[in-house]
């Protein structure tokens, strides 16, 4: 019986850290601070290599750097599967794409001559399978489908 308990607890423990991460990694897309990233990366051209990106100012190398660690940490909590790739999907979806689609070139660039064959890995993985769901199994917005437990009665 102690066996099975013990388990439980465990189970239970691990439910309540995923939804603690699901629920901080929610908080982090509404801040400020990341909208003020999003657009910035979606508004810039991506210096194509490591040499482009030293020659600009220190802010926007900065920013730049930001963007691509949010987005490596976010591709390992997913891989780890410590959060969920719906969460991403729902959230940022075909954003991570794009954005990986910027930073490839230059990324690349510095896998090779840095060398650094480890730059980016995750936040290419993770850009790689929102692009595979959403071409294999795109989803429906969420407006669109229709859960009975969820629709309101007159």
């Known amino acids: 019986m102690a066996l099975v308990f013990g388990i439980a607890q465990v189970k239970a423990a691990e ?4 939804e603690r991460l699901t629920l901080e990694t929610l908080r982090n ?4 601070e990341f909208a003020e990233l999003i657009h910035y990366i979606s508004s810039r051209n991506m210096p194509k290599s490591r040499k482009e990106m030293e020659a600009l100012p220190a802010n926007e190398q900065i920013i730049f750097i930001q963007f691509g660690q949010q987005m490596e940490s976010l591709g390992m909590l997913v891989a780890e599967r410590f959060i969920n790739i719906d969460l991403v999907d729902k959230t940022l979806g075909s954003f991570v794409i794009t954005a990986w689609e ?3 070139t230059m990324f690349q660039d510095i896998r090779e001559k840095a060398p650094d064959p480890f730059l980016g890995e995750y936040f ?6 929102i692009d595979e769901r959403m071409r294999e199994n795109p989803r429906k917005p969420f407006y669109e489908i229709s859960i009975p437990a969820l629709q309101v009665k007159p």
């Open 29 to 32: 897309f509404q801040t400020r």
């Open 124 to 129: 290419q993985w993770l850009a790689e399978r």
């Open 15 to 18: 439910r309540d850290r995923r």
């Open 102 to 104: 910027k930073y490839k």
